[in-house]
């Protein structure tokens, strides 16, 4: 049902010696980034603030979800042990005080790739005490010991997106994925450390109710989640699924009020607003610093 885009959907293209750095830098050091495999339209402002989400663990997905423009396929097992001190280069010399890793799904590795989440968060660490990590990462098929080599490793937040809602997970995600299983491995996440902050995302526009998606945010609450990102799919190329619906601005602004009556500690809502979206790194940066309240 896709259909001419809204005048609040706009995208501005790459440019400015800010996003000529970040790309240069990522180059240098031969990283990939989520913004560009998964076709981000915010790549244009969040790389013009010297802010990149780092993905690790390759390029190759093992697993095909019908939003994902991240390309899939049997990365063989195949681990670049380097990758680590290469990241962790990379946020120092591109200045960063918040940075983002997340990855491909590595189903082919025994545990999921944690160990080299964990690597990458002791590099960076290593270089500087004063950047704040999180971590986008897969659900490790709810391994307790891969989800706590993560945890142990002491990230500043952790994310696992559980994408859409329940009725919809099954037409939106690869059927390896699952709905009860992402609320699964945020459940794990709290378990091992309650006081770690975990986050969560929720696309619209993919034919889901507001019902439903009140629903989810209820969900996520229950396994105690602190952080949500409500934004708007948009479809990557003609072989993933088709927008049901641009949802207005007014609507993302009315979810965030429920979100926060809810109790998240942020909610950052709006039709661009992604997981990994520049727009609640300041609060996210003022709230961790200040510790909890």
Known sequence: MDFRKPSWIRVKLPSG????????????????????EA??????????????????????????????????GNPRGIVDLE???????AVIELGLRYVVLTSVTRDDLEDGGASIYAE??????????????????????NSVKALRTVVEARPNVIGHNIETVKRLTPLVRDGRA??????????IIKEIDPEIYTKSSIMLGLGETVDEVIESMIDLRRVGVDFLTLGQYLRPTKKHLPVYEYVSPEKFEELKKIGESLGFLYVA?????????????????????????
């Not at 990758?83 to 280069?89: L, N, S």
Request: charged residues 25%; hydrophobic residues 35%.
């Open 120 to 141: 990458t968060i002791r590099e960076i660490r290593k270089r500087s005490k004063d950047v704040l990590i999180e971590v986008l990462i897969p659900d490790f098929n």
């Open 39 to 72: 076709l981000c339209p915010n790549i244009s402002d969040c790389w013009g603030h010297l802010t990149a989400t780092i993905m690790i663990l390759g390029d190759t997905c093992t697993r095909s979800c019908r939003f994902c423009a991240v390309k899939a």
């Open 17 to 36: 010696w800010e996003y000529s750095k970040v790309n240069n830098i990522l180059r240098k050091y031969n990283l990939h980034t989520v913004c560009e």
């Open 178 to 187: 699952g709905y009860e299983k992402s609320l699964r491995t945020l459940a």
């Open 269 to 293: 809502s709006g039709p661009l607003v992604r997981s990994s979206y520049l727009a609640g790194e300041f609060y996210l940066r003022t709230l961790i610093n200040s510790g909890r309240s």
């Open 83 to 89: 990758e680590p001190r290469r990241v962790a280069d």
